[in-house]
C-alpha cells in the first residue's frame, strides 16, 4: 500500500512537471526574457525548505493529504526539466535550424522533427533527476496524510523505533536507485539504437 503510494506521487507529480515544464523550457529559450523571469520564479521555489512549502501549499488550498503533496512534488522537479530543456535547444546549432527553415519546415515542425529529436538526450538528464529527486522528496508526503513511505520514516522517528525507520528509508532508496538504473538502461538502448 505505502509503495503505490509512493509511485503513484512520483508518477503523477512528474508526469504533471513534464506537460508544463518542457513548453516552459521552450518558452525560455525562444523569449529569453520571459524565460529569465520563469527560472528566476521556479528556482526561488526551489530553494523553500519542503515542509515550509507543503505547510504554505496547505494554507493556500485548505486541504490536507495528497492534492498539496503532489502540488509540492511538481514544483520541485519543474526545475530540472525546465532548465534541461533550456540547455537542450541553446545546444542545437543556428545552422541546423537555418537548414530546417530551407526545407520548408514551419516551427511547428522544426520543433517535433528537428530540434526536439537533438535536445533529447539533455532533456531526458533533466527527468531523471527530477524523478530521482522526487522519490526522495515525496517521503515528506507522510506528513500531510499523504501517505508513501514517508509514513513508516515519520512513525520510526516518533516511535524511536530504528528497524520501523529502516522500513521506510530502505524501500524509498532502493526505488531511487531504480529510476537511476532505469533511465541508464533505457539512455544505453537508445544510444545504442541510434549508432
Same mark, same amino acid.
Given at each position: 500500500?505505502?509503495?503505490?503510494?509512493?509511485?503513484?506521487?512520483?508518477?503523477?507529480?512528474?508526469?504533471?512537471?513534464? *506537460?508544463?515544464?518542457? &513548453? +516552459?523550457?521552450?518558452?525560455?529559450?525562444?523569449?529569453?526574457?520571459?524565460?529569465? /523571469? %520563469?527560472? #528566476? !520564479?521556479?528556482?526561488?521555489?526551489?530553494?523553500?525548505?519542503?515542509?515550509?512549502?507543503?505547510?504554505?501549499?496547505?494554507?493556500?488550498?485548505?486541504?490536507?493529504?495528497?492534492?498539496?503533496?503532489?502540488?509540492?512534488?511538481?514544483?520541485?522537479?519543474?526545475?530540472?526539466?525546465?532548465?534541461?530543456?533550456?540547455?537542450?535547444?541553446?545546444?542545437?546549432?543556428?545552422?541546423?535550424?537555418?537548414?530546417?527553415?530551407?526545407?520548408?519546415?514551419?516551427?511547428?515542425?522544426?520543433?517535433? *522533427?528537428?530540434?526536439? &529529436? +537533438?535536445?533529447?538526450?539533455?532533456?531526458?538528464?533533466?527527468?531523471?533527476?527530477? /524523478? %530521482?529527486? #522526487? !522519490?526522495?522528496?515525496?517521503?515528506?508526503?507522510?506528513?500531510?496524510?499523504?501517505?508513501?513511505?514517508?509514513?513508516?520514516?515519520?512513525?520510526?522517528?516518533?516511535?524511536?523505533?530504528?528497524?520501523?525507520?529502516?522500513?521506510?528509508?530502505?524501500?524509498?532508496?532502493?526505488?531511487?536507485?531504480?529510476?537511476?538504473?532505469?533511465?541508464?538502461?533505457?539512455?544505453?538502448?537508445?544510444?545504442?539504437?541510434?549508432?
Amino acid at each position: 500500500r505505502l509503495g503505490a503510494q509512493h509511485i503513484f506521487l512520483v508518477l503523477f507529480s512528474l508526469f504533471l512537471a513534464l *506537460l508544463v515544464g518542457l &513548453p +516552459l523550457g521552450i518558452v525560455c529559450f525562444y523569449w529569453p526574457r520571459t524565460g529569465h /523571469a %520563469v527560472l #528566476s !520564479v521556479i528556482g526561488v521555489i526551489q530553494t523553500i525548505p519542503s515542509l515550509a512549502l507543503l505547510a504554505f501549499l496547505i494554507s493556500l488550498l485548505g486541504l490536507i493529504g495528497t492534492v498539496p503533496a503532489i502540488l509540492a512534488l511538481f514544483l520541485y522537479a519543474l526545475l530540472p526539466i525546465v532548465q534541461s530543456t533550456h540547455a537542450g535547444f541553446s545546444e542545437i546549432s543556428s545552422s541546423m535550424r537555418q537548414a530546417a527553415t530551407a526545407l520548408g519546415l514551419d516551427f511547428r515542425l522544426r520543433l517535433f *522533427l528537428i530540434e526536439f &529529436p +537533438l535536445a533529447r538526450t539533455m532533456i531526458l538528464s533533466g527527468i531523471k533527476v527530477a /524523478a %530521482v529527486t #522526487s !522519490v526522495g522528496t515525496a517521503t515528506i508526503a507522510a506528513f500531510v496524510g499523504a501517505g508513501g513511505f514517508g509514513e513508516r520514516i515519520a512513525q520510526g522517528l516518533a516511535l524511536n523505533n530504528t528497524s520501523m525507520l529502516l522500513a521506510g528509508a530502505i524501500p524509498s532508496a532502493a526505488l531511487a536507485l531504480l529510476i537511476q538504473g532505469g533511465f541508464f538502461i533505457f539512455e544505453r538502448r537508445w544510444v545504442h539504437r541510434r549508432r
